[in-house]
């Protein structure tokens, strides 16, 4: 069973910025895909930076150029590296992995932000922005 354990998270002023950290366990090989989401009360699920096993990433248009998504293999540890942080940013924070090569709802490929490419999550890490 895999397990994703996240942290860094906390309160940090607008234009400030933190790095989140998720640790991962329970399977020997890499994840073909590994994100982070976050969630506001009230609203969906909201993937922001996601990375493949080959390095490749994707970014939400409202983080691209603030956020970075790294991965150490070695560690079995995915980060996100958040900078000139807003208080729209003001969520919880879930980090998520899957293994699978390509996941499909109906005929559509889900793509590598959408909350259903995934099926281990972490309990989450919130972070706040104040103004």
């Known amino acids: 069973q895999v397990q994703l354990v996240e942290s860094g998270g906390g309160s940090v002023q607008s234009g400030g910025s933190l790095r989140l950290s998720c640790a991962a366990s329970g399977y020997t090989y890499s994840s073909y895909y590994m994100g982070w989401f976050r969630q506001v009360p009230g609203k969906g699920r909201e993937g922001v930076a996601a990375?493949?096993?080959?390095?490749?990433?994707n970014y939400s248009d409202s983080v691209k150029g603030r956020f970075t998504i790294a991965q150490d293999n070695a560690k079995k540890t995915l980060y996100l590296q958040m900078n000139s942080l807003k208080p729209e940013d003001t969520a919880m924070y879930y980090c998520a992995a899957d293994y699978r090569f390509r996941v499909k709802v109906g005929m559509t490929t889900v793509k590598a932000l959408g909350a259903r490419r995934y099926n281990y999550w972490g309990q989450g890490t919130q972070v706040t922005v104040s103004s």
């Open positions: 990375i493949r096993r080959d390095g490749t990433t």
